[in-house]
């Protein structure tokens, strides 16, 4: 049984998939409904309240990534990706835009009603706990930045970002450990530009450095890993 009466949306053009999931969940006590492709998916969520997404990534009209980015600009519920795309860099780039977690196909049902029930106990959590919802700033190690207002405080003080500065940023500071390739971050942060351009990617780059770095000639926040690409420095006091 379901831990808290739930509408889950589906969204998977996969007609196998989506009828297993379909039946498995209400087994489990949730309601369902269903959609085949990115626009349907994007319709029936203005017109209904969801408690969750499950949403595949390659779908017809519209893919996943773009149904999730205009998902993020008006709702906050939890999103479950599932695809066949397993790579890391499509990983990177669902979590970077807004999902809450990913599940590779093939996957057992065991796991994703886990992975459902998870999610669901975090979502009315919080909606019934507003004050204990995440800061709006990610920090690490002095170098803060606001996810409102696109400002970042470091030794330099603090400076206003463009968005494709912020968005950089933010990949770097969601995952701190992580070395990240030009191509890795081209990806994440161009989304829908096929052309990649490590250029691109290094004139940012050096423009996020001059605004954040005490000396942007000797990079503490952002460095450079030789022959790799860039990672963010680490914590300091």
Known sequence: MSIIASNILIVEDDH??????????????????SAYTGEEAVRLLKQMPFQL??????????????VLRRVRETQTIPVL????????????????LGADDYLTKPFGL?????????????????NNHPNDQSPSVLNHGGLVIDLHTYEV???AGKKTLTA??????????SYPSRVFTK????QAVWKEDPTFNENTVMVHIRRLRTKIEP?????????TVWGIGYKLGEAMS
Do not use: C, N, W
């Open 183 to 186: 191509a890795q971050i081209f």
């Open 53 to 66: 997404l499950i949403l595949d990534l390659m779908l017809p009209e519209m893919d996943g990534f773009e």
């Open 153 to 155: 405080s470091s030794r």
């Open 81 to 96: 990706i599932l695809s066949a795309k397993g790579q890391e860099v499509d990983k990177i780039i669902g979590l970077g």
């Open 215 to 223: 000396d942007p000639s000797s990079p503490i926040y952002i460095q």
């Open 110 to 126: 065991g796991e994703l009603s886990a992975r459902v029930k998870a999610m669901l106990r975090r979502y009315f959590y919080f």
């Open 16 to 33: 196998v998939i989506h009828d297993l999931l379909i039946d498995y969940l209400r087994k489990e006590g949730y309601e369902t409904e």
């Open 164 to 173: 494709k500065e912020f968005d950089i940023l933010k990949l770097f500071l």
